[in-house]
């Protein structure tokens, strides 16, 4: 049976050690806000424009999709076609996407007493191409991630990974959890 003490103690127990020193594209701790052009009121401004390519991408679907040839699909189907997509634009540099259902993922991270982490991918959003080829195809990220969690990733073009999305409530992308 998972015991969820005895997984946080084994991640905590591997020695991870904090960084030595900050990113290079991390920003300043503190960020001002409401003055015209800080990155907070920046940051405002994308996730405006975020939410408003998010709804008219997604009215595009829906008034284009009696006119698609291809069928919505799910479970395994979906994650096989996520990862296909997401190695033809980002390469096979990245995490180990378990090509199940977001259900069957749960039950094999649950077996296996590994955390499950859930992506997100919204190929719409500014900072998805970036994340992807900066963050999610380095060797550290990948070694991190492969072995401590059970990795489950879903494009919001999926059915699956949109109920998933709205159960945990995203509000932003890229999503990780």
């Known amino acids: 049976e998972w015991n969820l003490d005895r997984a946080v103690q084994a991640f905590m127990q591997n ?6 020193s900050p990113s290079p594209n991390a920003g300043p701790n503190v960020i001002p806000s ?3 052009g800080t990155p907070r009121e920046t940051e405002a401004n994308h996730q405006n ?5 998010r709804i008219f991408g997604g009215l595009l679907k829906v008034i284009t999709a009696p006119f698609s040839t291809e069928a919505p699909v799910f479970g ?8 296909n997509s997401f190695e033809r634009e980002y ?9 199940d259902s977001f259900k069957q993922a749960a039950t094999a991270a649950s077996r296996q007493h590994k955390f499950l982490l ?7 959003h500014q900072d998805t191409d970036n994340f992807c080829r900066h963050t999610l195809a380095t060797p ?4 991190f991630m492969n072995e401590r969690f059970i990795v489950w990733a879903g494009s ?5 990974a949109c109920m998933v999305s709205d159960s945990i409530q995203t509000s932003s992308f890229p999503f990780i959890a």
């Open 15 to 20: 020695g991870l050690a904090a960084p030595t």
């Open 34 to 36: 409401g003055i015209p």
């Open 49 to 53: 424009l975020s939410l408003v390519q």
């Open 76 to 83: 395994s189907e979906a994650a096989l076609r996520f990862v």
């Open 91 to 99: 390469g096979t540099e990245h995490p180990n996407f378990v090509q």
């Open 118 to 124: 859930v992506y997100l991918h919204s190929p719409l």
């Open 140 to 143: 550290t990220c990948q070694t």
């Open 156 to 160: 919001l073009e999926h059915s699956e």
